[in-house]
């Protein structure tokens, strides 16, 4: 398949996605987010794919969502073409999912960063949500997820200044799981992508679908739900698999059953 806004590569049983409009540092338009949603529904079919990374360049993850697209589109043509709905494919995707971010990821290239499970970031990342500053404010979940993530104070600042956060500041803020030298950010994240995708895959993503649960419902309803999962994940294959091996002190082989 041939992409012109992306680049998709197959490492083992990663599947990584490199957003390519270096003119554009990444700008989010429809092609592109047409091309993300045909790329995930591929790794998403592919049993052999266990986690998938998004990335950017080192410059730029993306600076937003493509904003010479957007400038002159009216209320009923972005409503009636419910503009951006992709955007929900991506976020509810079922498996594993990274955001290897270096550089800009501000607006919606923060807001998709945030579609992912967790962050990995280079040092010289820079997150925002500088939306205000264009005379509209976050809108593909940032409003949301920033909140979830970061708190109230923090998102109000961000989103009402259009300031940016450095990655050290990201991490403090609970926005990235972690912060690695921009060198090591792809080996780094790959290495990461690749111990999850050595996991049962239906573990895992039985997995991810319960920590999101934590977004949804309230805490007894959230540990209901856990306690059914983990209860339903006896009837798996990979769980007697892993542990036999802990008890038998060997590597576990899992077959994604
Ligand atoms: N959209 C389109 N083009 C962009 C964007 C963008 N978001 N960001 C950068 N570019 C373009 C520039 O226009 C420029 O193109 P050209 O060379 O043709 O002039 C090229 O990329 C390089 O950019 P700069 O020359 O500006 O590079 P700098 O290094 O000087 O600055 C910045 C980098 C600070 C990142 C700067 O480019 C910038 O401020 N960009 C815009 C950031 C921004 O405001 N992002 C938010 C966009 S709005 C948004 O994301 C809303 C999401 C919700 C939509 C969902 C609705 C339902």
Redesign the pocket.
């Known amino acids: 398949m041939a992409y012109e806004t992306i680049i998709v590569e197959t490492r083992g049983k990663v599947g990584l996605i490199t957003l390519n409009r270096p ?3 990444n ?1 989010l338009n429809s092609a592109l987010l047409n091309e993300v949603n045909q790329a995930l529904d591929a790794f998403e079919a592919d049993p052999q794919i266990g986690c998938i990374v998004i990335t950017g360049s080192e410059k ?1 993850f993306a ?6 697209e957007m400038a002159s589109l009216t209320y009923p043509q972005i409503y009636l073409d419910n ?2 709905s992709g955007w929900e494919r991506v976020a509810g995707r079922r498996k594993p999912m990274i955001a290897a971010v270096a550089g ?1 990821a ?3 290239g923060c ?1 998709f960063a945030m579609m992912c499970d967790f962050i990995i970031a280079a040092d010289n990342a820079k997150f925002g949500q ?2 205000i ?2 005379g ?1 404010m ?3 979940g940032g409003t949301q997820r920033l909140t979830r993530l970061i708190g109230k104070a923090k998102a109000m600042e961000m989103c009402l200044t259009g300031r940016m956060m450095g990655a050290e500041e990201a991490e403090r803020s609970g926005l990235v799981a972690r912060v690695v030298p921009l060198a090591d950010l792809i080996p780094e994240t790959m290495r990461t992508a690749q111990t999850i995708a050595s996991m049962s895959l239906p573990i895992a993503m039985m997995t991810k679908e319960t920590i999101n649960r934590a977004d949804e419902v309230s805490l007894s309803e959230g540990i209901r739900f856990e306690r059914r999962v983990f209860h339903a994940m006896f009837a798996t294959a990979d769980q007697k698999e892993g542990m036999a091996a802990f008890v038998e002190k060997r590597a576990a082989e899992f077959k994604d059953q």
């Open positions: 003119q554009a540092l700008a730029a600076a937003g969502a493509d904003i010479k503009q951006f800009f501000l607006g919606g807001e500088p939306e500053k264009l509209v976050p809108g593909m």
